[in-house]
């Protein structure tokens, strides 16, 4: 069995019993000799947790190369006339993200369709809900907050995103940390970012004056974007940063004192042809690090094992064992959700795979084993309920 954190024991599931309460927490996990009537499965590990995703966007018509065009094709996406229901995509985003093993996300939420896919299937799962407005002033942040506050979904664990510092005024980063929730913010994702918030020029400058959100006293504070995060006090444990690309090493050094988390999305890099982060260094910072899948317009599907394949490549410094734990019980305790994990306290979120994974020759090659396997899945369990399999 695998608990999120490394291979224990046998990897079948024969002997292994799981004692759940009514909600589908574990109790208590006993091992022992099969008895008739129990189900048997090769392969148990809990179910992935996403720790970034936007389920709410679908694939582009196009792939514009530059980070910034690529923005603008996003929004136009969401706005274009005939555009498809938000919701019908975060439906199908969802059921393709489950059935390839993720059972807990953090969805950033932009217009709470998202957040209504998960309630709906009763997952454990946070929805941080997204804050964008570079002219908001302090009255318009707080309006804002409240707004988007009033229609979190009471099931889920609530957060808030503010988007990036090239689309959040200070006024609202400010608003967003006095409203002590759990965080996600893009920080740090190109040049053309840490040149806007050096100089305030740039495409960021460009794309806001066309979006008519420039205010026109804004100057730039000079800052370097984590830097910029840290003067309105948003670093810290329950903050999860997204992508650093650029991060200085400074900026990593300081996200790691903070006790902030990094998400790391594989399918973007790539996408953007980027280069790896250096992950070693960021491990050896203390930095936690989790792999997220970010949004269909980044990516070509919403899949542990594709993250971890890439992630093997980028990253080839570090073993699959190392690398395992960011698509689960790292991701499950960088989001403060009970996840990720099979052990007692957690949530029964699981998966089945069909094979036996090879735990004799040691959890390296066991874990490259899972990622590299494309076996379907065949059970997942969500908060104890069988969702799906035979
Ligand atoms: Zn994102």
Not at 110 to 122: E, F, P, Y
Not at 360 to 384: K, L, M, N, V, Y
Request: net charge negative; aromatic share 6%; charged share 20%.
């Amino acid at each position: 069995m695998y608990d999120g954190w490394g291979w224990h024991g046998g990897a079948q599931s024969p002997g292994l019993r799981f004692d759940l309460s009514e909600s589908g927490q574990i109790e208590r996990i006993e091992h022992g000799e099969p008895r008739a009537g129990d189900q048997c499965f090769d392969t148990l590990m809990p179910g992935a947790v996403n720790p970034h995703v936007h389920l709410e966007l679908g694939p582009l018509a196009k792939s514009p190369g530059h980070f910034v065009d690529w923005l603008r094709s996003v929004i136009e996406a969401r706005f274009a006339p005939g555009a498809e229901d938000p919701s019908l995509i975060a439906e199908r985003n969802l059921s393709e993200a489950l059935g390839f093993g993720y059972t807990s996300f953090c969805e950033i939420d932009s217009v709470g369709a998202g957040a209504a896919a998960l309630a709906g299937r009763g997952l454990r799962a946070r929805s941080d809900l997204e804050l964008i407005g570079f002219d908001q002033d302090s009255l318009a942040a707080a309006a804002n907050c409240d707004r988007r506050l009033a229609t979190a979904q009471d099931a889920l664990e609530i957060g808030l995103s503010p988007h990036a510092p090239y689309s959040v005024s200070a006024a609202l980063f400010a608003e967003a940390g006095r409203r002590k929730l759990p965080l996600s913010i893009h920080v740090a994702e190109s040049p053309e970012e840490c040149e806007f918030l050096r100089t305030g020029t740039g495409p960021f400058r460009v794309l806001l004056e066309e979006l008519g959100r420039m205010p026109p006293s804004w100057e730039p504070s000079g800052l370097l974007p984590t830097m910029e995060l840290d003067r309105h006090g948003l670093l810290g444990p329950r903050t999860l940063l997204v992508h650093m690309q650029e991060a200085e090493a400074s900026e990593l050094e300081l996200a790691a004192r903070r006790g902030a988390a990094l998400a790391l999305c594989p399918g973007t890099i790539e996408y953007f042809g980027r280069s790896a982060p250096p992950l070693g260094r960021m491990l050896e910072l203390g930095l936690r690090v989790v792999l997220g899948t970010d949004s269909l317009a980044s990516n070509e599907r919403l899949d542990p094992r594709s993250e971890l394949r890439r992630a093997t490549q980028l990253f080839p410094d570090l073993s699959a064992a190392q690398l395992l734990p960011m698509c689960f019980a790292g991701a499950g305790a960088a989001l403060s959700l009970p996840v990720g994990r099979l052990a007692p306290a957690c949530v029964f979120d699981a998966i089945a795979l069909p094979g036996v994974a090879p735990l004799a020759e040691g959890p390296r090659a066991a874990s490259e084993w899972f990622i590299h396997s494309d076996a379907p899945i065949t059970a997942i369990w969500c908060a104890g309920r069988r969702l799906w399999g035979s």
